[in-house]
């Protein structure tokens, strides 16, 4: 019997007929927007039970690759809100590897845009709950002064507590990490800083999701790293078999990929995607960067990470409490899996340490629970904010949209004559700041998208900015 027949025996007959499915639907075979068999034929056609069937598009409806439509039944979810181009393009090949490029202007760009808000300064001097008991417990630690803190170096891995706590939270999503695995970081940008750095030497191929985070863009020239850019479905994340396609065509050694909520376009990567996404990485020796730091942002269930699919230490698991917390607090983690001893060294090297009294506030105020209410609070809270900026963008000239389930903004496709750095500089006149497409392409691609942000309350000058520019995108569509 061949190794994959006897994986497939193996395989709970639910899972067969999921992977099934999945694979229908990747490979076109059943379009988007089209009905399943019945559960009757499927039962029939699998020789499976109905309970068997009706567990496996569970899962599929779970993992938003198909939809219940009431008394019609089952269809394959339409990759809402990107058009025709939008699809084939995130459908396309990959590009050739190329050095990175990233333009002073587009630089300009990042560091003012990086902040997610049309009009800057304007929150309300009210301080969220969370952040004040977050600053209380930092506080708390800094009078405490644990252990003369101040006087000597932490251990470059961080603090066994925080490690603890944030091992716990992943377990809790279904990854078996041990505090031991976990090294803390200054941030996800530092935590992907060094997992290049422990992966890849200068001139090596890294695959990157396309649109994807220009953070990563940074890091990559600044490491003198080629990208190859795998288109990026808005619904389903990374194109899998284009993935397969480059790593065929190219010496890739590194794939950096958000399976959960990706930017800009806040996609979830359905569950066979990820095991694909696995499979290759083994047939090919690849190192997987997880980018995780949305994970927190989902507004219903916090879906579990790749790394918790990993039994061979290839993936790198790459966080931080900026998009969940705070952006000040500076506290990230990584679970370098086979990577881990090399990560420490190099934190050691480039860092020596982090700050104790922070890592210890932010530990206590995880183990209070604090977390977890604010967390409660924060979905609430974006998911009114993503709703409200929903209903305003039915006045703009833009193709139906995709409603992400985590994330922090919605990926917009504009009509192709519009350019949005040029948008962005007509809104900046006005005070408002917008973030372009170009900037999530290292190709010069995306020049008629815009990532717009939900991250913070709708107020009377965020909403006044959202109407100018709503103006603004149809004056120049016409
Ligand atoms: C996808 C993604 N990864 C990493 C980072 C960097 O996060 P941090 O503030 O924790 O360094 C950001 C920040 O914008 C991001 O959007």
Not at 41 to 48: E, K, M, P, R, T
Not at 306 to 321: P, W
Not at 420 to 429: D, F, K, S, V
Request: charged letters at 20%; a positive charge.
């Amino acid at each position: 019997m061949s190794a994959r027949a006897s994986t497939m025996r193996n395989t709970p007959l639910y899972r067969q007929l999921e992977q099934h499915l999945s694979q229908e639907i990747h490979q076109g075979r059943l379009a988007a927007g089209e009905r399943l068999p019945s559960i009757r034929q499927l039962c029939a056609a699998h020789g499976i039970s109905k309970a068997t069937v009706l567990h496996a598009l569970q899962r599929l409806e779970n993992s938003g690759r198909i939809e219940a439509r009431p008394r019609s039944g089952y269809y394959v979810k339409a990759e809402l809100g990107h058009s025709d181009s939008a699809l084939k393009s995130a459908h396309a090949p990959a590009k050739r590897p190329s050095p990175v490029n990233v333009s002073d202007l587009l630089l300009d760009i990042m560091e003012r845009s990086a902040a997610f808000d049309l009009v800057p300064n304007t929150s309300s001097s009210v301080i969220e709950p969370g952040l004040l008991e977050l600053n209380r417990a930092i506080g708390r630690a800094q009078r405490l002064n644990r252990s003369n803190y101040h006087q000597y170096y932490d251990r470059p891995e961080g603090l066994e507590g925080l490690r603890g706590q944030i091992a716990k939270r992943l377990q809790r999503r279904g990854c078996h990490t041990l505090s031991d695995e976990v090294c803390i970081t200054s941030g996800c940008q530092n935590s992907l800083f060094l997992a290049l750095m422990a992966t890849t030497k200068a001139g090596d191929v890294v695959a990157v999701e396309s649109p994807g985070f220009y953070g990563v863009m940074q890091l990559l020239e600044q490491l003198d790293l080629k990208v190859v850019e795998i288109p990026t479905s808005p619904t389903t994340g990374m194109h899998i078999p284009a993935l397969a396609e480059a790593l065929k065509q190219w010496p890739i050694k590194v794939c950096l990929v958000s399976p959960n909520f990706s930017t800009p376009s806040g996609s979830l990567m359905p569950q066979g995607h990820r095991d694909q996404l696995l499979q290759l990485a083994e047939h090919h020796d690849l190192a997987v960067i997880e980018d995780d730091i949305y994970a927190d942002t989902a507004l219903t269930i916090t879906p579990a990470p790749l790394k918790a699919q990993d039994r061979q230490g290839r993936v790198i698991l790459c966080s931080s409490l900026s998009k969940s917390l705070s952006r000040d607090v500076r506290v990230g983690w990584i679970i370098g899996g086979r990577w881990h001893k090399a990560i420490i060294k190099l934190k050691l090297i480039s860092q020596l340490a982090g700050s104790r009294s922070v890592q210890q506030g932010v530990a206590d105020f995880l183990v209070s629970g604090a977390y977890d209410s604010h967390l409660k609070r924060l979905k609430k809270e974006l998911t009114k904010q993503r709703d409200y900026l929903f209903t305003q963008l039915t006045d703009w000239p833009c193709t139906p949209r995709h409603r992400p389930e985590g994330g922090l903004a919605i990926w917009i496709e504009l009509p192709p004559t519009i350019n949005t750095i040029e948008l962005y500089a007509r809104a900046q006149h006005e005070g408002i700041l917008i973030t372009p497409g170009s900037l999530f392409s290292n190709n010069g691609e995306y020049t008629h998208y815009l990532r717009v942000s939900y991250a913070h309350t709708w107020n009377d000058e965020r909403k006044n900015a959202l109407q100018i520019l709503g103006r603004f995108i149809n004056e120049s569509a016409k």
